[in-house]
């Protein structure tokens, strides 16, 4: 089996203009830490956005979430009741999600926090802490709510707490200075925390017909500042990853399908970032914030490869039409190509999954006969309990049964499934009723293992009998 080839897949021909401005830098794909919180962060609407919180709330009040109430307000405000218990100097509390076990305390009144986690929660995974999203859900109301002025520079890496932390959101009856050292405790000043405020409250309950005069305050540049010092406040010993840039061209879905006549069909998509001025007219666009917009449009791509050969890793050539002139453009993921490894391959027309029914999912792995691994199991992580508002993500175990060899190919099939449950019916808030739900692969035999961490389920067909 050689294992070195690299496949070439020409995957544009459009009149656009690969976007040299997020030319590749050092950023090499895959990156465990970042990369499905940069789908969250830019992938807001179109083909794939399923995945990401932006959906509830971006642009700003898209959705109904009450008379008189507003999502992004009360995200906005969930993250700010997460940090303001923090004590900077003693590099205690910030956003640690810590707000899960605090909702029933009478300093987070209202049942904005409770509506925030369970639309947030949907979202958990092992690479997308809760409190990370808070961080992200604060980010989306401020820039959707700002008409695209406020453009906080997202950083991950955030932990959650495991517990509450201490009490102490400022209230609105206590007396000018115990707000200054509450504050100053958080690391702001007194004019700091005027701004804050302000800033703050130009979205949802407080602010409109009673206050028009601090409506547009949200727009100011100094609240850029203050909201990203807000969410980038995080307990010492947490490090934050550098700003998430888009990811000049991603794979996604990647899957091998191994085939009984001596091949396998690699697919996927491959989603080159783009600079356009429009926004794109048709489902396979993704639109974020920014000036110029930034689109992403993605290619589906398949192609068969001897079995003999394999597959070991790709490169990506962008090429573009403009007005007749033809350029092309090699992406090598930073000389390397892009990372693929046939030995234990997800089958994804063997496999379904669905999350809005009975939460089933069934997985059919196909592993290499010269690998010598001969049993399969799998850790499935839901956010879980689906209801509760302590963040977790749940890991179950699922072994597979080894159903015999792929006639003539050298893989042997295994299966395996598992029901997870759904979001109840009346979720609060819940538009799609789905949730992110991911796989890590782990094949042994009685000396070694190897893993495939944390697939996801986009890509598979939907499990038959779903409403
Ligand atoms: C001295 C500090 C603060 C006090 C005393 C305070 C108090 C309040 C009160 C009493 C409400 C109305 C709650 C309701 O409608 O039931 C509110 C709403 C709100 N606060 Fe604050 N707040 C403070 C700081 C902040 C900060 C720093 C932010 C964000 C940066 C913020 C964001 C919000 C938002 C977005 C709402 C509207 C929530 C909604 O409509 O659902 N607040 N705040």
Redesign the pocket.
Known sequence: MVLSNRLLSTVAQLGLVAGSAYAEKEYIWPNAQTDLLESMLYEQQGFGSANSPATFIVPCDKVT?GT??????????T???DM?TADVDAGTGGIDASIGFEVNRDEN??I?FNETLMNLIAFMTPRSSMADLIALG?LF?ANGCSNGSIEIPYRAGRVDATGPGPSG??????PLDE?IS??KKQGFTPQE?IG??A?????????GVDFPEIVDVVNDPRCQD??ER?INTVPKGVTLTDPIQPIPVKPLRLFATINTNGTMTMSGYIRPCLISDNFPAFASGHVMYGNPPLTFWTYPFSTVIPLAQGVSGFDVEVVDNVNGVINSTLYTNGGNGFPFDDTIVTQPKLSCSEVTSEGRMDLSVAIRDDSKLDTLKAIVHVPEPLLSLTPSVGSIPLDFTKVGPIEGSGYTLYNASIVTGVIPFNFPNNQAGSYIRTYDLIASNSTHTEEREFNMMDGLNSCPGIF
Not at 169 to 174: D, I, L, N, S, Y
Not at 199 to 204: I, Q
């Open positions: 979430f008189g109430r507003n999502g992004a307000a009360e995200w906005l405000r993250a700010y009741h303001a009144v209202g904005g604060a109301a959101v400022p209230r609105p009856e206590q707000h509450s504050f925390m804050l405020v800033c703050g409250h130009t979205l949802g309950g407080v602010h203050l909201l807000m």
